[in-house]
């Protein structure tokens, strides 16, 4: 049993903070946190400087998922969006990410371009079209140990009644884990878990200035979700304060008002391995013209 399946059927829920790249999800290992979410919107945002409109490619999360998993153990949760087409794309995605050791892998019924599931104006997929798209999914895996979580966006499009058919749907087709997006209040959060606990593990979506109301990771638990994503506080948090920081370093000229809030070279260096990666090089290196004579 993978370590992420092992956290969700604990019955302690799992907090996912969102990462965008090795450095970030090196840090939420470091922090201690049991599995990291690779967010789709955190890649627009970091990579491109765009909204989470449908801009990423299959081949940029697939490069992320390699980069991070070459870097980290922590288990990773993949935001695969659509799946980036029909079927067959989404067999394709799931094998080749799977294949780098992702645990989970997230897809959601939207249709081409899909949107933040906190934005407006947002499409959906025939039901059936997702059902299969799920059971392509779960074909494609690496193997049981990776986990399939079918999102729902159908609250903001058809209303609750008919996100929780769906979801339903996509439960019998065989995903591991339900996440119905964007509930707008603590009412439907209820409804959601009254419906689905005890019978599959539930995904909650923290955003921040979001539709749903934050709740802590003890309060999800209570109402009886399984894991618990904080998906772009990441780059929020980010964001605002390399935003204060550059503001520091244009009116002083100086990093030193900072200097207290930031890695010094040795810091940052102890972080990313570099001494052990010199003597590791050194391992290697070619013997010197004395040690060869």
């Not at 998922?65 to 799946?83: H, N, Y």
């Not at 923290?206 to 998906?231: C, H, N, R, W, Y």
Request: proline residues 4%; negative net charge.
């Amino acid at each position: 049993m993978s370590m992420l399946r092992s956290h969700v059927t604990s019955g302690e829920i799992v907090v996912a903070p969102g990462c965008y790249d090795a450095l970030s999800a090196l840090l939420i290992e470091r922090a201690g946190f049991a599995a990291a979410y690779l967010s789709g919107a955190a890649l627009a945002y970091t990579r491109f400087g765009r909204p989470d409109i449908g801009l990423i490619s299959m081949s940029e999360v697939v490069d992320t998922v390699a980069v991070i998993a070459e870097r980290t153990s922590i288990p990773l949760i993949v935001d695969a969006d659509t799946g980036f087409g029909n079927a067959l794309n989404v067999q394709r995605v799931v094998r080749l990410i799977s294949r780098h050791g992702a645990q989970a892998i997230q897809l959601e019924d939207q249709t081409l371009p899909k949107r933040c599931g906190h934005l407006a104006d947002k499409a959906l997929v025939p039901c059936g079209e997702m059902v299969g798209k799920i059971k392509a999914a779960l074909d494609a895996r690496a193997g049981p140990d990776c986990m399939i979580i079918a999102r729902t966006d159908a609250i903001a499009v058809e209303g609750l009644e008919r996100a929780l058919e769906r979801a339903e749907a996509y439960f019998d087709a065989g995903a591991d884990i339900l996440f119905v997006e964007a509930p707008r209040s603590d009412t439907e959060l209820q409804e959601i878990t009254s419906r689905f606990r005890g019978r599959v593990p539930l995904l909650a979506n923290m955003v921040e200035g979001g539709k749903t109301p934050i709740k802590d990771a003890s309060q999800l638990q209570a109402l009886g979700f399984s894991i618990a994503i904080f998906p772009g506080g990441t780059v929020r948090a980010l964001a605002h304060t390399l935003g204060r920081y550059f503001e520091a370093l244009k009116l002083h000229g100086t990093t030193a008002p900072w200097r207290e809030s930031m890695y010094d070279l040795q810091t940052i260096n102890d972080l990313v391995q570099t001494p052990q990666m010199l003597m590791l090089g050194k391992r290697y290196a070619a013997p010197n013209a004395e040690q060869s004579g």
